[in-house]
């Protein structure tokens, strides 16, 4: 199993996950590969984000007292539904009762109905897999980015509070609010548990990969759990979306750049693409990328392209003019100055280094003065050109400008190796 | 579920318009007017008619203008009964203010309005 996000066992709530507690590593793995498809399952059925969050938790509690003893059932998946539903609906009913007692501002048409509903659905057997509608929901454009990620990991995802909060460094009664807020926008402002329709599909389902690639990015900036769990999504949303090509383009992009996270540093130190050891690469994870990566690519969206780039780029020799092509599309495509200035690089190990400096020359200059790689790409661009003191100046600016120690040093060695080929 | 539409306009955003512009415009809000999920509305006078009303200490307090000085008031209103938030937001993009320099905030309502 993954690990996760520094667990702490000390200071758990209430309300956290019972997987946390880890029964039996075999219980645990079923319980992380179920909970989304239960939790999934009970707010489709509840239509209550809060109430299906608590009858999953106290069903999964029940299972790692009893499946240890009993052994596990057929059907896990099942049995912690239909248990979680009886448990509801002895809820509701109670809360019918003492609702009754307490006012009349119930019209008791509201709920008898729904107990039939209940007790109808409950002798059925069969349990549709629901979990892309509740991860459209989680991702829904009207809660913030904050709150579709913290959601999606929770809920789909299985991570409790605790792991989560770890893993965006927040303290944990701050991520309990944030996923709080966010249900309770679900439910009051009636966000709806569905797959959207076609005409909103694309809007909707680019939200949902930007939650996942987000999710990824953490962990490519170092939290390996993240990443890895942000493949787990990837993959759990091309099993219910196989024909949507950039679900695998995206599920492409990490698995290309993961499987060459060995390799990216030599202990502290950051290894560029061409200086990495390529028997430290994911060989496997790598050939499973490119299948995807070509079924992605007649799509031309944004992740398939930036996964034919990654992948395209762990060929040895690398076809420079053709990721140059690709990166020129995804520019195109996307507007955006960062992919402008990996174009340039493609160009420039195209073996045109001119041409690559005028595309970054051709970038808003002022707005991305506060950008380092704008900084960083011209000063290599600059010295390849022999242009040393307008390198010096840009590799500067750039170290002002970079926070990250291991970048820091890989300036100063160019800085200093730039000095040093002057004298 | 109900929700009330609260339109914040740009006050010179139809400024430098025709009268045919002017109408076609109107002739849009009256069309959502017409939806059948929309249950009421209004359209509010300028801004310059508002004022704004505090009771501190029992003391009333009466001034000339908006709650919130900003750029953007509240023009008017649509109040609307629909499935979800999707059907709502399907409503709010419809309305002119969104694209002319204003904006639409959706809020739902805890109970159903009279």
């Known amino acids: 199993m993954p690990s996760r996000c520094a667990r702490s066992s000390s200071r758990r709530t209430d309300r956290d996950l019972v997987i946390d507690r880890d029964p039996e590593p075999a219980l645990a793995r079923i319980f992380r590969e179920e909970w989304g498809r239960v939790l999934a399952s009970l707010v489709g059925y509840l239509h209550d984000f809060d109430l299906a969050e608590d009858v999953a938790q106290a069903a999964f509690a029940t299972a790692a007292e009893r499946w240890p003893r009993d052994g596990v059932p057929d059907n896990p998946a099942g049995w912690l539904i239909r248990t979680a539903r009886n448990d509801a609906i002895d809820q509701l009913r109670r809360r019918r009762t003492l609702r009754a007692k307490l006012s009349q501002l119930d019209r008791p048409s509201e709920v008898a109905p729904m107990d039939q509903e209940l007790d109808r659905q409950l002798s059925g057997h069969s349990i549709r897999d629901e979990r892309l509608e509740l991860l459209f929901m989680c991702c829904h454009p009207a809660l913030s980015q904050d709150a579709q990620v913290a959601l999606t990991l929770r809920a789909v995802g299985g991570l409790s509070t605790q792991e989560i909060a770890a893993c965006f460094l927040v303290a944990p009664e701050a991520m309990k609010r944030r996923l709080s807020r966010a249900k309770q926008k679900i439910t009051g402002a009636a966000i709806p548990f569905r797959v959207p329709p076609d005409h909103l599909l694309p809007e909707r389902l680019g939200v949902v990969l930007a939650v996942i690639y987000l999710v990824y990015n953490q962990g490519y900036a170092g939290r390996v759990d993240l990443a890895t769990e942000a493949i787990r999504l990837g993959r759990i949303l091309l099993a219910l979306m196989p024909d949507e090509r950039e679900v695998s383009g995206l599920l492409a992009l990490m698995l290309a750049h993961d499987a060459r996270r060995a390799a990216r540093s030599d202990g502290d130190e950051l290894v560029l693409l061409q200086d990495q050891d390529r028997s430290l690469w994911d060989a496997a994870q790598l050939a499973e990328a490119r299948a995807l990566a070509d079924r992605a690519i007649t799509g031309r969206g944004p992740y398939a392209l930036q996964a034919a780039i990654a992948v395209l780029q762990t060929d040895a020799p690398v076809d420079w003019p053709q990721v140059a092509g690709l990166y020129a599309e995804l520019a195109d495509l996307t507007g955006s100055p960062v992919v402008q200035l990996n174009r340039a690089v493609a160009v420039a190990q195209a073996g045109r280094p001119q041409d690559a400096l005028d595309l970054v020359d051709s970038l808003d200059r002022d707005r991305l003065d506060g950008y380092q790689y704008l900084h960083s790409t011209r000063a290599e661009l600059l010295s390849r050109l022999d242009r040393r003191q307008e390198a010096q100046a840009a590799y500067a600016r750039a170290l002002e400008l970079a926070r990250d120690d291991r970048e820091r040093r890989f300036l100063r060695r160019r800085l200093e190796e730039l000095h040093g080929s002057q004298s | ?114």
């Open chain 2, 1 to 114: 579920m109900h929700y009330a539409l609260l339109i914040y306009t740009d006050p010179h955003a139809q400024d430098g318009d025709t009268d045919e512009e002017r109408e076609a415009v109107t002739a849009e809000y009256m069309a959502i007017r017409e939806d059948p999920r929309v249950t009421g509305g209004g359209h509010l006078q300028p801004v310059a008619t508002a004022s704004t009303v505090r009771v501190a200490d029992g003391t009333t307090l009466v001034t000339d203008g908006p709650f919130a000085d900003t750029k953007e008031v509240i023009g008017g209103y649509y109040l609307l009964e629909a499935d979800d938030l999707d059907a709502a937001l399907e409503i709010a993009q419809r309305v002119p203010a969104a694209r002319m320099g204003g904006a639409v905030e959706v809020r739902p309502f805890v109970f159903p309005p009279h």
